[in-house]
């Protein structure tokens, strides 16, 4: 169902009237403000703790309360109430695309930095969150951090359109032990244990969650393999036919933490992985992938450790692994003149180890100066490759029907590589006058394969009044070529090892007003301009497919207007809007797939002392088609989702119920604009788009057994 500006001006002004009328019914006196946990303070912007007013980023909080309260099951349900960020899905195994500011990154999304607890979680073969995602769950977090905007000069690689830290949580946080179960539609399921213990200043927390879902099965009517078809004379196309897009999933977690040291330690498998609308856009209903990810890490941070003085260290290893079996074309499908009876296989396999250390220091003894600084080193390291493939190529570069062999080196996907980063950053908060503060900062990166990369920041942040601050940014952040870029071997993009990383340079102003007690607005504006970006480029040789190179520069603007209104002790609305235009300067025209407008709308209430009621609509305006892509504009859409929930606390029940896309809009995200039959020949693997899930049921129950 899809709703018109005017019907969405009806839904919003139902729930703010529904709301208000649910004020005047009650009489409760407890705050709303302590259903949603502490939002005033962040510590991603600089790395040390500060209001997120005075923050010298753009940036925002989700807190675990304001999680539960809108009914977000995983990560991406959570960061689409953030302005400035649309999550779009990719169909390919139903990966999700985080788009900041009009910056796409469809189909990997390399362009977003994903920190668990400080610590980057992206993969090194294509610089995203892993292929074999599944999804995040967020029974175990605390907050979520983001910064909207460049975060290199901290963060280095790949914090580029945006940061994203999740924190998860502590014994603090959960006081005892947690009993959890979920169920909804899809065949989907899963359970959790999570317990938090102190003894004396030893902290022990453990978490575990298993779960397993059938996907949504919607329905694509036409996919790369029948538009093969129609050039091949063939048949074997399965569309229409359902998605894929099915999982099984374990997620657990040890973390002890003593005086000044935590030892951290995460596992995330996702087995049985579909391949969403298939991995080469052609439906693929038995392809499964396997992703296990064990991340562990010691730190240790003295905030006092002498007078005027911080110093803190951190050790890590993530270790990833991807097995995928993917049929990337049904039986009987057909190139050039080879016939594939039993279907085209290439299944990549692959390990890869991250090994990083760092240090810092932060010294405070200069008047009005607070200096923090530190060095790292990160050992990258792709040292287990593998493709099964049931094809080799011809001099002319067609795939040819052979045995089903695993094949290794030259004839693999990729040879293993290594990187190793050394890195050093400074940065000075200077209070240069009374309600004045510049935030400078520079971080130099040297990199074993493609060279040097420096990215300053500056910040200055003013606070006008009690109740107004007004801050202007710049800064400047790099993506480093992924290893599949630079070292891939694959007959449709080969890498590249001259690449050199992609650059952005970023300008923001930004006002934050708290108009009342209970009202405040938060407004940005920002402008970037991005450089060396890397882009396929197809061989002059026939046959050979493309290669990786810096061909692109883009530049955008926009802003992002947000307001949270606590109507009462026992109502709160909150709303966004963001805007953006982003331009492929190549063309001089729109780069495409981002929506141009968002609005977001969350109205809560409480009511009957413990229960918590949200109506939340989600209304996605505007998307362009890419350059040269004839298709009608992508649709827009609206979902409006509703959660109801307790929030009794001390040793009780806790129980919620969630529809998601109450109305059964019909949601869409943009294909993207490919070479399905030849390079010649340009059109869309999926020319209808990628269908998301329909309206959807949850249930869930937790039992907290406190200490």
């Known amino acids: ?143 979520i951090e983001i910064i909207r905007g460049p975060g290199s000069a901290l963060y280095g690689a790949d914090a580029y359109s945006g940061v994203i830290n999740i924190i998860t949580k502590t014994a603090g946080n959960i006081q005892g032990t947690e009993f959890g179960i979920r169920g909804g539609s899809f065949n989907s399921k899963n359970s959790w244990i999570q317990h938090g213990s102190q003894w004396g200043d030893l ?138 009876p039993n279907g085209m296989i290439g299944s990549p396999s692959r390990q890869e180890r991250q090994i990083r250390t760092s240090g810092f220091a932060v010294f405070s003894g200069l008047t009005d100066h607070t200096v923090r600084a530190g060095l790292g080193h990160d050992d990258l390291n792709i040292y287990k490759t593998s493709t099964l493939k049931n094809y080799v190529l011809s001099p002319a570069g067609a795939p040819i029907p052979a045995p089903l062999t695993y094949y290794f080196g030259n004839n693999a996907h990729l040879l293993p590589q290594q990187r190793k980063i050394d890195y050093i950053f400074v940065q000075d908060a200077w209070n240069f006058a009374q309600d004045w503060t510049l935030t400078a900062g520079v971080r130099h990166d040297r990199y074993s394969d493609f060279g040097s990369t420096t990215n300053p920041r500056l910040a200055v942040v003013w606070d006008a009044n009690i109740d107004l601050t007004a801050k202007l940014l710049y800064g400047e952040a790099f993506r480093a070529p992924s290893f599949t870029e630079q070292y891939g071997i694959n007959p449709v993009s080969n890498g590249n090892p001259k690449l050199k990383p992609e650059s952005i340079k970023t300008l923001e102003a930004a006002l934050s007003w708290q108009t009342s007690m209970n009202t405040k607005i938060n407004l940005n504006l920002f402008r970037y301009g991005m450089a060396s970006v890397i882009r396929t480029v197809t061989n002059p040789t026939p046959g050979t497919g493309s290669t990786f190179q810096n061909t692109g520069t883009q530049h955008g603007s926009g802003m992002e207007v947000e307001a949270t209104w606590d109507t009462s002790r026992t109502t709160r609305i909150t709303a966004n809007y963001s805007y953006q235009k982003s331009i492929d300067d190549a063309t001089n025209q729109d780069a495409g797939y981002v929506p141009h407008h968002r609005i977001y709308m969350r109205g809560d209430w409480r009511f009957l002392g413990n229960w918590i009621t949200s109506t939340q609509i989600n209304h996605v305006m505007d998307r362009k088609r890419a350059v040269l892509d004839t298709r009608p504009q992508i649709p827009d859409y609206t979902t409006v989702d509703l959660t109801v929930r307790s929030s009794t606390e001390n040793n009780h029940w806790n129980f919620s119920a969630s529809i998601r896309n109450l109305l059964n809009a019909s949601v869409l995200e943009p294909s993207l604009y490919g070479s399905a039959l030849s390079p010649t020949l340009p059109t869309s693997n999926l020319p209808n788009d990628v269908p998301m899930a329909p309206r959807s049921l949850w249930l869930q129950a937790t039992y907290l057994l406190g200490n």
Request: charged fraction near 20%; avoid cysteine.
């Open 1 to 143: 169902m899809q709703l018109k500006p005017h019907q969405l001006s009806f839904w919003i002004f139902l729930t703010l009237s529904w709301t208000n009328i649910s004020v005047a019914q009650t009489t409760e006196e407890e705050d709303l403000a302590l259903a949603y946990g502490d939002t005033s303070y962040i510590s991603i912007a600089t790395g040390s703790q500060q209001t997120l007013r005075r923050a010298p980023s753009v940036a925002s909080v989700i807190t675990a309360e304001e999680i539960a309260t809108m009914g977000a099951k995983d990560l991406d349900e959570a960061l689409e109430s953030i302005p400035g960020i649309h999550v779009s899905n990719a169909g390919t195994r139903s990966f999700s695309v985080y788009q900041i500011r009009g910056i796409n990154g469809n189909p990997t999304n390399p362009q977003v930095l994903i920190l668990q607890n400080g610590i980057p979680i992206k993969t090194l073969f294509r610089g995203d969150k892993g292929e074999v995602w599944g999804s995040q769950p967020l029974e175990d977090v605390a907050r």
């Open 203 to 340: 902290d022990m927390v453990a978490y575990l969650n298993i779960g397993n879902t059938s996907g949504h099965k919607q329905i694509v009517t036409t996919d790369a393999q029948k538009l093969r078809d129609i050039r091949f004379a063939t048949a074997a196309s399965l569309a229409p036919g359902s998605v894929n897009t099915g999982y099984d999933a374990v997620d657990a977690s040890l973390d002890f933490r003593y005086s000044k040291w935590n030892f951290r330690n995460s596992y995330k498998l996702r087995d049985n992985l579909g391949t969403g609308t298939g991995v080469s856009s052609a439906l693929d209903p038995v392809g499964q992938n396997r992703g296990e990810r064990f991340i562990s890490d010691l730190s240790w941070n003295d905030p006092q450790f002498s007078q005027n003085w911080e110093l803190g260290f951190n050790a890590s290893l993530l270790h990833y692994s991807e097995q995928e079996y993917l049929q990337l074309s049904p039986p009987g499908s057909k190139f050039g003149p080879s016939l594939f």
